[in-house]
């Protein structure tokens, strides 16, 4: 029923403002509680309506594999765990730390060398950030570096 209405909703965001996606992308990494530890998307969308149905959807997407995550990880020593899902043209790759927070890509290119090196460097970045004495593990990231560093890997590797 969940998936029947998330499909329903992006039908109507994609008859709305056209089923061209490319190099659009939603990550997110998801800490213990499965709550939001950290955001970044990139929508090629104009206007603010739009960005936050966007979001909107991704967000939901994202939630909804987290079932699928939790049976990919336990089925693999590896720490990337390649597409796990798919909804509609896009594909949902995770990550999952040895703390068990789940970094997860909703993209709609599929590149699989790219997505595992941006993977690897944001991991590199969240255990430097988790080190930081001033950091409260699982929750929400506000430091601007770690933001703009993520950013510049998004655009790296993702765009």
Not at 13 to 30: L, P, Q
Not at 83 to 88: G, Y
Not at 122 to 127: F, K, N, S, W
């Amino acid at each position: 029923e969940f998936r029947r209405v998330l499909s329903d909703l992006s039908s109507g965001i994609n008859a709305e403002y056209g089923a061209e996606m490319s190099g659009n992308y939603y990550f997110v990494i998801v800490g213990h509680h499965d709550n939001p530890i950290y955001e970044q998307e990139h929508c090629s969308r104009d206007g603010q309506s739009k960005k936050d149905d966007y979001r909107d959807l991704c967000q939901f997407v994202a939630h909804a594999s987290l079932d699928m995550i939790g049976e990919h990880m336990w089925t693999t020593n590896s720490m990337y765990l390649k597409i796990v899902d798919k909804f509609n043209d896009w594909n949902v790759s995770a990550f999952v730390t040895a703390g068990k927070q789940r970094f997860i890509i909703l993209h709609d290119i599929k590149n699989e060398d790219s997505i595992r090196q941006f993977f690897q460097e944001v991991y590199e970045l969240y255990i430097k950030t988790a080190m930081n004495p001033f950091y409260e593990p699982n929750t929400p990231i506000q430091s601007q570096a770690f933001h703009q560093k993520v950013k510049f890997l998004c655009r790296r590797y993702l765009i």
